[in-house]
DNA sequence: TATTGTTATACTCTATAACTATA
DNA sequence: TATAGTTATAGAGTATAACAATA
C-alpha cells in the first residue's frame, strides 16, 4: 500500500483552499474520504490507529466485567513473575506507583491477586495471582487472542512473525538507548 | 503526564533534591529481569509498546508548547483536508464532537485555526489552518520525524515501507467492517 | 538517607446528555 | 426528524506530593 496521499509538499506550506480537494468529508458511514495528508507519512499514526481499535475492542469485549485499565496486563505480568514487587510492577507497565497500588486493591477485591509482605525486605509487598485469578486470566487472554485474530487473520504466518519481529527491533532501540 | 506548564503550588515544601539516578533496572526495559509471560505472545502488546514511548516522547518535546492531546492530528488533518467539518474530524481520530469542539476552541485561541460558517450549510463550520499553523505544523511535524527517526532508523527504507503496508492491511481490516 | 507502599489531590481526557440552529 | 455544533458535567486515568514503615 503505497502512501500516496496525494501531493504532499513536505517542506513547503500546501496550498489551502486553492485545489478543491477530495474533501467529501460528509455523513456517509460507507465512504468517508478523508485525506490524511502528511500524517500519513509517519508510522505512529499507523501504529496509533491499529493499536486503538485492538483496545477499544478488549474494552468492550470486557466491558461487562468493568475491568480497569491496566488491570489486565498488570496481573498477567504478576502471573509471569510471581512475588513481583508492585513498584517492579509499575516501571513494566510504564505508570507510577501510586497506580499499581490501585490495581493491585482491585485485584484483591476481585480475589484474582494477592499482597502477601515480603520475608526478606519488609517494606516490600510479593504479588500472587490466585487460582481464580488464572481461570480469569485464561479468559481474558482469550478475548485479546480473539481481537487480535479480527485483525491479524489476513496476514500469513510469515508475515506476523515479520511484524513481531520489525516491532521489537523498534523496541530494542528504545530501550537500549536515549528516551 | 507532567503538564510541565501546570506548576501546581499546593502546599508548600519541595525537598529540591533530584534522585541518585539508580543506575538501570528502570528505565531500560532491555536489561528488566521481569518476564512478560503470556503477554509477550500478542502484537497488540508490542504495539502498545512501541506506541506508548512514541507519544510520550512526542508529548515531552513539545511539553514547552502545552498542546493538548489531539491537537497535532487535528490540525494536520484540517491541513490535509481543509474546510472539513467538525464533526468529520470527530470521526477521524475517532472521538466524540465534542472533544473537537474544545480542540478547534484551542486552535482558534492560538491563531492556529480558524471557523468559518459553511455557505452550503450554515448548520456547519469549515475549517482551516492559517499561515502561523502552518508554521507551526511544520515545526510539530519535524518534531514527529526526529521522534520516529530514533527508533526507526535501524530498520531499512524497504521495512520501514513493509511495516506501514503490513500495519494498513490490519486496519483495512478493521475499517472494513468487522468491529 | 533511600526505598516501598500508601493516601490525598489535581489535572487531563473523554463520553454522555441536553440544548440551538439549521436542514 | 435528523444533523452540526455547543455546553455542562461526570467519570476514568494518571501524575505529584507528602507521609509511614523499613532498609
Do not use: C
Not at 513498584?87 to 505508570?95: C, D, F, P, T
Amino acid at each position: 500500500m503505497s502512501k500516496s496521499n496525494g501531493t504532499k509538499a513536505k517542506t513547503g506550506r500546501r496550498p489551502a483552499k486553492a485545489a478543491a480537494a477530495p474533501v467529501r468529508a460528509d455523513g456517509g458511514p460507507g465512504g468517508s474520504q478523508v485525506s490524511l495528508g502528511r500524517l500519513g507519512d509517519f508510522v505512529g499514526f499507523r501504529l496509533r490507529r491499529v493499536q486503538n481499535h485492538l483496545s477499544r475492542h478488549f474494552a468492550t469485549a470486557t466491558a461487562a466485567e468493568g475491568l480497569r485499565s491496566g488491570l489486565f496486563s498488570s496481573l498477567a505480568l504478576i502471573e509471569a513473575n510471581p512475588g513481583i514487587s508492585q513498584i517492579a510492577l509499575s516501571r513494566e507497565v510504564g505508570q507510577d506507583k501510586s497506580v499499581a497500588v490501585a490495581i493491585v486493591d482491585d485485584l484483591e477485591k476481585l480475589g484474582w491477586a494477592e499482597r502477601r509482605r515480603s520475608t526478606t525486605d519488609r517494606r516490600r509487598h510479593a504479588l500472587y495471582v490466585t487460582a481464580a485469578g488464572q481461570a480469569k486470566l485464561d479468559a481474558l487472554f482469550a478475548v485479546v487472542d480473539e481481537t487480535e485474530s479480527a485483525v491479524l487473520h489476513q496476514l500469513s504466518p510469515g508475515e506476523k512473525q515479520l511484524l513481531s519481529e520489525l516491532l521489537d527491533r523498534m523496541y530494542a532501540a528504545i530501550a537500549g538507548g536515549e528516551s
